[in-house]
């Protein structure tokens, strides 16, 4: 547990710099898209709100026959609708998957299915695992997700309202406000609780709870990587969505400490919020970041929680956890360096209010906006003004048929996209101070010089 003083000291070292994101539009639009998971191929499973998961394939098509289709039983608007997908882990030998939606009565359902003979269409036959009830409309969590040891965590929101009023987070009697962990490879039961659950045999707890005091961890995920001594870690990363200031973003090394308590509704982030019947601070897990609705540029309201990067398309961008804001529609990252965390929000290439991230079976990035649009990142770039220090300077912008670089000392090599981040033309090892765009229409693009991007506009 993390002592409230070096949390305070953790604030001040606490570094913001500025990135840039350039999205690639990927396939059609989606109904109010909440989800993207991959089953081990090719394949993007997209989930809609509304009640149904379509699958978006490598060419960026779309089946013309859902994979799963329960909109008859999800109560759809608002916060409420089919909001979480896994696949077991040994899918598709074991053909089964997970979902997490509201049912017509307005409470949290995790159930199971499986996939037919036909590996695109799933069956119909559903088994239900849990029922929680929601005494509000709003918090429902949604997010699931299979960790490396085999089991199912479950992300619960406080039950709604605001400000949880009858205090769930906090209450280990009640399934709300938390991260739930469940065995669902028992033989003769539907699931069943893992022995090293923290809560097995203690008084007035539930036994399926792993960790308390979160609001609404919207998104959740597990980052698997290899250390230099090759050992295998696990972290696990949840993004809780704040009340009137703060969004918070915390970290579970290798997912080994269980019985976490988060905070909320004692603190928002690091703040206090309510602290009537707290426990000790010393007692509470803090958050390795935060960032508060009015942070430096456009209004927050809900971080959208992602994916630590280990693919290989973005440059440098190994180990940096993407998230973003649903309000300010900007994409964030955050990294740690010489143990200091450095993070920054920053507006991509293309706008969308985000709810989701995905991630290919390359671990390829993705993001979906609720609106319907899905980009996969491209491109993502540390952007310390490193252009601006070197005094390089592009001009003119808007420009006709070149663009002219002033104080180009070095060899840059150059990418320019289009305004849908679809990439266009490449140069490597340039070094003259003039670059020939002639063959581009007129319109917005982006340049991306050894990894500083920048807008650019032909007339």
Known sequence: MKKLILLIISIFTLQVFSQSVVLESFGPNFDSPVEIKNAGDDRLFVVEQIGKIQILNSDGSVNSTPFLNITSNVQYGGEKGLLGLAFHPNYPDNPSFFVNYINNN????????????????????????MTINQPYGNHNGGCINFGKDG???????????????Q??????????GKILRIDINHDGAVYSVPESNPYIGIDNAQPEIWA?????????????????????IDDLWIADVGQNEFEEINLVDNYISSGLNYGWRCYEGDDIYNNSNCPSSD??????????????GQFKCSITGGYVYRGELLNNMQGVYFFADYCS???????????????????????????????????ELYIASVNGGLYKIVSAALNTNDLDERNISIYPNPFENEIYFNNLAVTVNIIIYD???????????HKDNVLHLDILDSGIYFININNQIKKIIKK
Not at 167 to 176: G, V
Not at 215 to 232: A, C, I, M
């Open 283 to 296: 007692e509470l897990t803090f958050p390795v970041a935060t960032y508060s609705h009015s942070n430096s």
């Open 106 to 129: 307005g409470n949290t359902v995790i159930s199971k299915f499986s996939v037919s003979s036909n590996p695109n269409i799933a069956d119909t036959q559903e088994d239900i695992l």
């Open 419 to 429: 305004i849908n981040g679809k990439e266009l033309l490449t140069f490597e090892n």
């Open 167 to 176: 205090n769930y987070s906090q209450n280990l009697n009640s399934l709300l």
């Open 212 to 232: 308390s005091g979160l609001r609404n961890p919207w998104k959740f995920s597990f980052d698997t990587y290899d250390t230099f001594g090759g050992l295998e």
């Open 151 to 165: 089991y199912l965590y479950i992300g619960m929101g406080d039950g709604g309202s605001g400000g949880d009023p």
């Open 329 to 363: 529609q900007e994409i964030g990252l955050l990294n740690k360096e010489n143990d200091i965390w450095n993070y920054s929000l920053v507006n991509p290439t293309a706008p969308g209010s985000w709810v989701t991230f995905g991630e290919d079976i390359n671990k």
